[in-house]
């Protein structure tokens, strides 16, 4: 069984500020790595995935995370943010089952 | 491309109702999920497809849950009889198999807002 653990259910942050949104994982088999956002009242959209390679991934919207084995983590990051970047973040795995496990999300707000 | 197409955005109904969501996948893809969101539970996988063969229904909560694909371009989840526990938003997602389904992205449509009064 997998788990996913999104350390900040909140994230509040300013404009131009950085901001970094953490997750960890466990799973006892080979995992894929994902980020979704969310925006209010739509479905789920892919923000950048890790499936193999380089462990530094990028996505859309400036946003990037890294992917580190040891420490079990898939933490996001953008170096600044704008205010259309509030919204609900969801990290998830996928086994190659299909199973597919998403954290509880983290809200980030960003203020002006 | 449309995206993945649910319909009625928005049900209310009452308890002991039968409900009936409805999901369109984008054309191609082979892979079908269901979810449910809620603010206690978060996104949970419910079920899901792969050429119109459910595959993993474990996550359905009941009996009262159930899911079909009569083809690949139409899938219902209906609930009988519906519960005010039931309330949430259910998402259906697609997605186009490539070496793996866990190597996917999913596709996510807008979601059905249900309220089961």
């Known amino acids: 069984a997998q788990s996913v653990t999104q350390l900040d259910s909140q994230v509040p942050v300013f404009e131009e500020a950085p901001v970094e949104l953490r997750c960890n994982y466990s799973?006892?088999?080979?995992?894929?790595l994902f980020w979704y956002v969310q925006y209010p009242n739509q479905g789920l959209q892919l923000l950048l995935k890790?499936?193999?390679?380089?462990?530094l991934v990028k996505g859309i919207n400036g946003f990037e995370a890294e992917f580190n084995k040891s420490q079990t983590s898939f933490h996001l990051r953008k170096p600044s943010v704008h205010i259309s970047d509030t919204a609900e973040y969801f990290c998830?795995?996928?086994?190659?089952?299909?199973?597919?496990?998403f954290g509880d999300g983290t809200t980030l707000t960003v203020k002006p | 491309d449309a995206g993945v197409i649910q319909s009625p955005r928005h049900e209310v109904t009452e308890m002991g109702q039968e409900v009936t969501l409805r999901c369109k996948p984008i054309?191609?893809?082979?892979?079908l999920f269901w979810y449910r969101q809620t603010m206690m539970r978060g996104l949970e996988l419910l079920i899901y497809?792969?050429?119109?063969?459910?595959?993993?229904d474990s996550g359905m909560p009941e009996d009262r849950f159930s899911a079909k694909m009569p083809n690949a371009s139409f899938s219902t989840l209906k609930i009988q009889p519906s519960e005010p526990r039931d309330s949430a938003v259910y998402f259906c997602?697609?997605?186009?198999?490539?070496?793996?389904?866990?190597?996917?992205?999913?596709?996510f449509g807008p979601g059905t807002r249900l309220t089961v009064l």
């Open positions: 054309s191609g893809h082979d892979y």
């Open positions: 998830a795995v996928n086994t190659n089952a299909g199973k597919s496990t």
């Open positions: 997602a697609s997605s186009r198999s490539s070496g793996g389904v866990g190597l996917v992205t999913q596709y």
């Open positions: 890790y499936l193999s390679g380089s462990t």
């Open positions: 497809f792969n050429n119109n063969v459910p595959i993993d």
């Open positions: 799973s006892s088999v080979s995992v894929y």
